[in-house]
């Protein structure tokens, strides 16, 4: 026993642990330094991964084992929200961190909180992104487990006095220190893990999905791992599939992204990064336990602990409130219940983004004319056509020579290109078959509603129109893509 090594990663066990922020804290409930079980005994296990050498073990782990060779293999989710997102970041927890803990929350309320995991890295880098603007989210990751640990407590934080607001300071200080939970089982290697932010309108223009982009950033990372004939096809598909115009990879184009590696050596030498996790595995997978559960049960700290740690998760929550209205579309998303839905067609897509630039609706009002001169000895018979693109509209007959009329053209979704003009055609308009042209003129279409007028050979004719730009987009002429930012909100106040 006295010669005999430690099993790799044998202190990683018994350290506290914050749920609020899944951080580990580096101080220790439970001895992982002390060894003999009595009369100079210890708990000796051979590391098949270590050619069988005999290794030993803290007296507090109960079980340890090696794992199966892991199978690297790239795994992938997609957020549509920050929402699902902190929803989500406790998934390396594998037992559920709430148990022994009364976090009341009202089933009938609307309004829903993310409890574990609400400031962590990755929610916080989330809710910065969706503070400038739309943002979808991509998980990748990859991790490798070679060992498992169990342990079970042998020290207890005795020396908290009985809870009071006296002492309430003191157990401030103990979850500072510890954190809200402590690890029982933890299963050792390493892991990959990044989160992309992805600017959901500005991929969906370049004729992008969510889901194209999330694949075909996991092929790129799965070809680190292993080149394939069937990853080779992939990537030469993502590269079709593309239509970016440049030969940046995804990876590249994509690049708000927060990286973060567990364990030693350098992760872009794949080989020496997996070998080094054999001696140097570090925490990829864990079971917690919350803080107070370490001390008996009648211990006079013990209910104080779970009260403070019940107080401190409470105020740390991030309020689940989907905080921007749909500008288009509506809520009815199965996966993401902020997301905005929208009827699919050819201008905007299910996600309510622009299929592409340039997208508009226009509205012409407000026509009218002075000194019209269509009939010799009568009122001219006025009548204008409006035409944008395909669509054309005409406007009523009116027996006068300063005619104001009454209609409003809605033009729906246009495209505003170079092409495209907005027209009119003005006319006395005798009969249906007997119609004189009294002038016509074009504009190039701009943002905003615009008043203006053309001279006719004989008179004046005025009008007003009305673009308004479709969602994300903006500019003069609704080419240049728009972030939606949040920046009014606090920053950790709700989840966008």
């Given at each position: ?38 009369n ?8 098949s ?10 007296a507090?782990v109960?079980?340890?084992r ?6 690297l ?30 976090i ?44 498992r ?5 042998n020290?207890?934080i ?21 954190g809200?939970?402590y ?10 893990k ?37 990853i ?26 927060d990286?973060e590696v567990?364990?030693q050596?350098?992760?872009?030498v ?15 997978r864990y ?48 996966r ?30 407000r ?7 269509g ?12 035409k ?35 027209r ?19 504009f ?32 003069s ?6 972030p ?13």
């Amino acid at each position: 026993c006295e010669i005999a090594q430690f099993v790799p990663g044998y202190n990683l066990g018994g350290e506290g642990f914050n749920i609020v922020t899944m951080q580990r804290k580096g101080a220790y409930v439970i001895d992982t330094e002390t060894w003999k079980l009595g009369n100079g005994t210890c708990r000796l296990y051979r590391n098949s991964y270590m050619d069988q050498e005999k290794q030993k073990v803290p007296a507090a782990v109960v079980d340890w084992r090696t794992l199966p060779k892991c199978s690297l293999t790239v795994s992938s989710i997609a957020y549509d929200s920050v929402e699902t997102l902190v929803n989500d970041s406790t998934s390396s927890v594998s037992n559920d961190w709430k148990i022994g803990l009364d976090i009341p929350v009202d089933p009938s309320t609307t309004i829903r909180v993310g409890l574990g995991g609400s400031h962590s890295r990755e929610s916080t880098f989330a809710m910065q992104k969706s503070k400038q603007d739309r943002y979808n989210f991509l998980r990748h990751s990859v991790y490798c487990s070679f060992y498992r640990v169990i342990m079970t407590f042998n020290q207890r934080i005795n020396s908290l006095p009985p809870y009071s607001l006296k002492t309430e300071p003191l157990y401030h200080n103990i979850i500072d220190i510890y954190g809200t939970h402590y690890i029982i089982q933890v299963s050792l290697g390493g892991e990959i893990k990044a989160i992309t932010a992805v600017k959901t309108c500005q991929a969906t223009m370049n004729g992008l999905s969510e889901t194209e982009v999330k694949d075909c950033l996991t092929v790129e990372a799965s070809a680190s791992f292993a080149k394939t004939a069937s990853i080779e096809a992939m990537i030469k598909h993502c590269q079709e599939k593309k239509k970016l115009g440049s030969s940046q990879s995804f990876s590249n184009t994509f690049n708000e992204r927060d990286t973060e590696v567990t364990g030693q050596s350098n992760p872009s030498v794949y080989n020496d990064w997996l070998t080094s996790l054999k001696n140097t595995p570090d925490v990829v997978r864990y079971n917690l336990k919350p803080l107070h559960t370490i001390l008996p049960g009648d211990h006079p700290a013990r209910t104080g602990l779970k009260k403070e740690v019940e107080k401190y998760i409470m105020k740390n929550a991030v309020l689940k409130k989907c905080s921007e209205s749909c500008q288009v579309g509506h809520r009815s998303s199965k996966r993401d219940p902020c997301a905005c839905v929208c009827n699919s067609d050819q201008n905007i897509k299910s996600n309510c983004c622009p299929a592409g630039k340039g997208l508009a609706t226009l509205k012409v009002f407000r026509l009218y004319a002075q000194d019209l001169y269509g009939d010799t000895f009568t009122e001219t018979d006025g009548s204008v056509e409006v035409k944008y693109g395909d669509q054309v509209k005409r406007t009523a007959i009116i027996s006068n020579n300063n005619p104001k009329w009454q209609e409003t053209f809605e033009f729906g979704p246009i495209t505003i290109n170079m092409q495209n003009k907005l027209r009119f055609s003005i006319y006395d308009q005798d009969t249906y078959w007997n119609s004189d042209l009294l002038g016509e003129c074009s504009f190039d279409l701009r943002k905003g509603t615009v008043t203006d007028s053309c001279m006719l050979d004989y008179g004046t004719f005025f009008f007003s129109y009305t673009v308004e730009c479709a969602p994300s987009l903006g500019g003069s002429q609704c080419q240049e893509y728009i972030p939606s930012p949040m920046s009014w909100l606090p920053p950790s106040s709700h989840s966008r």
